[in-house]
């Protein structure tokens, strides 16, 4: 069983940064990217950032060059640097990623922490 968990949210300012973290517990299978989504209220989830065990990203355009994904393989932590936070990047942002349970993998989702940008 894999558990995610989230931190790092909050208010923030526009043109603020925030630092988002995901720490995995469980075994984390390494042949899948790990990444951020995010969700505002009667829309879908989308893509922002996902990251592979070897260290390459890809990112929503209408992030790129604000936001920056890394991670610790040997801490099972994925983080997400957002900076120039604009009002339109206020969502719940969810951590993902895929793991074992027993033999098999299957997709995981962490609970959500919110990033609210306004002034």
């Known amino acids: 069983q894999v558990q995610l968990v989230e931190s790092g949210g909050g208010l923030v300012q526009p043109g603020g940064s925030l630092r988002l973290s995901c720490a995995a517990s469980?075994?984390?299978?390494?042949?899948?990217?790990m990444g951020w989504y995010r969700q505002v209220p009667g829309k879908e989830r989308e893509l922002v950032a996902r990251?592979?065990?070897?260290?390459?990203?890809n990112y929503a355009d209408s992030v790129k060059g604000r936001f920056t994904i890394s991670r610790d393989n040997a801490k099972n932590t994925v983080y997400l640097q957002m900076n120039s936070l604009q009002p339109e990047d206020t969502a719940v942002y969810y951590c993902?990623?895929?793991?074992?349970?027993?033999?098999?993998?299957?997709?995981?989702w962490g609970q959500g922490t919110q990033v609210t940008v306004s002034s």
């Open positions: 990251i592979t065990s070897d260290g390459s990203t």
């Open positions: 469980g075994r984390i299978f390494s042949g899948n990217p």
């Open positions: 993902n990623a895929f793991g074992y349970t027993g033999i098999s993998v299957r997709n995981y």
